[in-house]
């Protein structure tokens, strides 16, 4: 939108470890309103549909079309498997030149007037009009404003990537997202392009310190706890290398903490995990990041041009500055006020759908199985989509 900004990376290169992001129609929006789409469209195969299996009896207990469902537009659900790697280098390369500046760890924030100190690990200290927390469940910006800490409830997540190379015929799996159910325990396998399958193990995770840090173990534990899946699951847990498999445990920002809380203070705000760290059972963790970029640019970004506009650069004197950075202070206030009050109750929907999906899909115990596999599959499985029917706008 023509106003400059500066991202503080405390990596010392872009950080593009991790495997995946399940992409819904929502991200899509979000992606297209940034101009970028299109390019990673070509890269990501469209998925046809769900299909949901329990473990235990391994039937399907629920499938579902992506591209025949029709949303509140009348048209198809858009969902792809984008890569993690491609999707922040295609974002960073849009960026002028210097926007992200590397190794710069934010330690410390201060006021100063109008503005922001931030301090950072190398002893530097930077000055700014707003100050956006998108640093993720850890974030300092949100202890700033005195959020609560994300709270770790229990599971944990074990994720890997399978890859075929070039001189294999690839993985055969199809264009659907599995999801499988049973025994306390949820998984999925999403393929991203005809040689690569991203999947995840989810389970209460009693055991998770034991074997966190060995992929050999993790690899081996998936192996022994998926039941009765389908064909071709069992290939690609193994087809998958130990350098691709990662695990951890589970936290979320108990929902009414986040109405309750303060997610903007005066020119600071908070976004994607920072902001609403969630469980990942309806894969909404990337898309709904995406879409407070969006929303955040289009509020801060007409507050911001209004200002640019209204004052221009010229000052007859030091009380004429001192009046239009007030009120420049002030647009930037209102400015982040909307952008929380329209973030807030989506924030709060879906932390509080995607904890309680998670909670009855892993539950445990015969009877409960039953009622999930006949009555509640179905349900779940369209509740992805429905929580996937949002627009976030243009900018």
Known sequence: ????????????????TGFAFLTWANGWKALDALGIGDSIRQQHELLQGL??????????TAQISFTNAQGKSGEGHEVRSVGRKLLLETLGNELPLGTIRYSSKVVLIEEDGYSKLVHLADGSIIKTKVLIGCDGVNSVVAKWLGLPEPTFIGRATIRGLATYDEDELGHGFGSSFLQLFGNGCRSGFV????????????????????IEEEPTKLKQFVLNNLGKPPKGVISIVEKTGLESIISSPLRTRWPWKVLRGDINKRN??????????????????????????????????????MSREQTGSIFDSDKDKDKDEEEEYSRIEEGLDRFAKERSWRSFELITTSYLMGSIQQCSGKVFNIIRDKFLSPYLAGMLLKKAEFDCGKL
């Open 191 to 210: 393929p991203c392009n005809k040689k690569t399958v991203h999947w995840f193990f989810q389970y209460n995770s009693s055991i998770h310190e034991k």
């Open 1 to 16: 939108m023509g106003l400059r900004s500066l991202v503080l990376e405390s990596s010392d290169s872009l950080r593009v």
């Open 268 to 305: 600071v705000c908070v976004a994607g995990d920072a902001l609403h760290p969630m469980t990942p059972d309806l894969g909404q963790g990337a898309c709904s990041a995406l879409e407070d970029g969006v929303v955040l640019a289009r509020c801060l970004g007409q507050a911001l041009l």
């Open 51 to 60: 299909v949901a299996t329990s473990t235990i009896s391994g039937l399907p």
